[in-house]
Structures are given as structure tokens and as C-alpha cells.
């Protein structure tokens, strides 16, 4: 099925530790984007990027790294982790693409740092 | 710079009662809105979307919401609660929207929906 593909679903990092969320997507769209859930919050936006090429901060960069590596491919590092970033990361993608319009979630990855 | 509010962190209705979520938006030039649902343990589904066409939009599972400019609000609603409405609902804005894309989401602080028999 055509969609968002977030890994891994869940990961426990000590503090300090870095690691990499890994998404791709296979429906052409343009834009890719990196949200961080946590309770009460919403959905906050840490890096996106408009087309393959391109990333900008969002609206909570600190902490994180990202790679736009092709069209379908966006990863979310965190160099050295911190117990702040105990969190859900969703990423989505948007576009103009296979089935018309569409801003698509991957299924989260839940990530603690202990 | 975009925002949204939702009124309400909880909202608890009977089954089979009328469903009314709130949410209110600021952006300085015509938004795109969106409602998502999320539950337990999984990703954002959207239900519906308003992208400047009809005024009122209707979405899944009966869901539907109502664009009013002059109130800045896109708020939800659904005529008859259903036990498998229980979930989290987010309200979400986007301004950037145009070529190829419909830009960053900014989303509103979420609204847990509890539906009892």
C-alpha cells in the first residue's frame, strides 16, 4: 500500500546515545516533514523540507539533524540524546502525487531516552 | 505566522449525542484546515479538509466541520456519537499551500474525545 514508512516503531536510547529515524515514502510526493508528538502539545514541527534538496528548521530544530537523501527518503538524527526528547516522531510527506493531494503520516516511532 | 486553538482537552459525550469539537484559527491570509484523529497507540488519519472550496466539508465516518471566515473557526462536528469514536482529534492549519505541496502544519493542542454507552 501506497503511504509513509517510519523505522523503528518503538527504540530506547540512553542519554548520550545518537541514532537515526529512518522515512520514506512512495507516493512522488515533494515535501517531506519531521513532527515530534507529546502530550498536551499537539504535534510540534522540528525540520521539513520542501523539495528534495532543501530543509528548514521548524518549530523545535534543537537537538536534531536532517537528510533529505532523494525524493522519497528523509531521516531525523539526534547526535546525542537527551531525556527532553523522549517522544512520538511522526514524519509525513505532502504533495501533488499518487491518488491527487494528500499530506500522509507514517505510523510514529516511539522513542525513550533514558 | 499561523496558530490554532482548541477549546476543550477533553470532551465527553453520550452514545448517540450530538459531537461538537472547537477549533479556532489565526492566520494572516486564507488557511487550509484540516482534522486529524488519532487513536490509541497509532499515526493521524484525516477525516476532512477545507482547501477553499465548499464551506462546509464533509469527511469520514460522518464527521463534518463548517469553515466560517468571519469567526476564524473550522469546528467539528458528528450528529450521533458511536462508542468507536473514542480517540484523540487534532485541528490543524496550513498556509503555505500552492505548488506542489501544502506546506508546514501547525496544529492545535488536541482534543480527547470519551463516548460513554
Known amino acids: 500500500n501506497a503511504g509513509v514508512t517510519q523505522t523503528p516503531k518503538f527504540q530506547v536510547l540512553k542519554t548520550g546515545q545518537s541514532m537515526t529515524l529512518q522515512c520514506a515514502q512512495d507516493?512522488?510526493?515533494?515535501?517531506m516533514y519531521w513532527y515530534r508528538q507529546d502530550p498536551g502539545m499537539g504535534l510540534r514541527l522540528i525540520y521539513y523540507s520542501a523539495s528534495e534538496g532543501t530543509t528548514d528548521k521548524g518549530e523545535v530544530p534543537n537537538g536534531y539533524n536532517v537528510s533529505r537523501l532523494n525524493k522519497r527518503e528523509f531521516s531525523l538524527r539526534l547526535e546525542s540524546a537527551a531525556p527532553s526528547q523522549t517522544s512520538v516522531y511522526f514524519c509525513?510527506?505532502?504533495?501533488?502525487?499518487?491518488?491527487?493531494?494528500?499530506?500522509?503520516f507514517g505510523s510514529g516511532t516511539r522513542l525513550t531516552v533514558v | 505566522a499561523q496558530s490554532v486553538t482548541q477549546l476543550g482537552s477533553h470532551v465527553s459525550v453520550s452514545e448517540g449525542a450530538l459531537v461538537l469539537l472547537r477549533c479556532n484559527y489565526s492566520s494572516s491570509v486564507p488557511p487550509y484546515l484540516f482534522w486529524y484523529v488519532q487513536y490509541p497507540n497509532q499515526g493521524l488519519q484525516l477525516l476532512l479538509k477545507y482547501t477553499s472550496a465548499a464551506t462546509l466539508v464533509k469527511g469520514i465516518n460522518g464527521f463534518e466541520a463548517e469553515f466560517k471566515k468571519s469567526e476564524t473557526s473550522f469546528h467539528l462536528t458528528k450528529p450521533s456519537a458511536h462508542m468507536s469514536d473514542a480517540a484523540e482529534y487534532f485541528c490543524?492549519?496550513?498556509?503555505?499551500?500552492?505548488?506542489?505541496?501544502?506546506?508546514?502544519?501547525?496544529f492545535g493542542q488536541g482534543t480527547i474525545l470519551t463516548v460513554h454507552p
Open positions: 490543524a492549519v496550513s498556509t503555505d499551500a500552492g505548488g506542489t505541496s501544502y506546506g508546514k502544519l501547525t
Open positions: 509525513a510527506s505532502s504533495g501533488h502525487g499518487t491518488g491527487g493531494w494528500g499530506y500522509t
Open positions: 507516493m512522488n510526493h515533494n515535501s
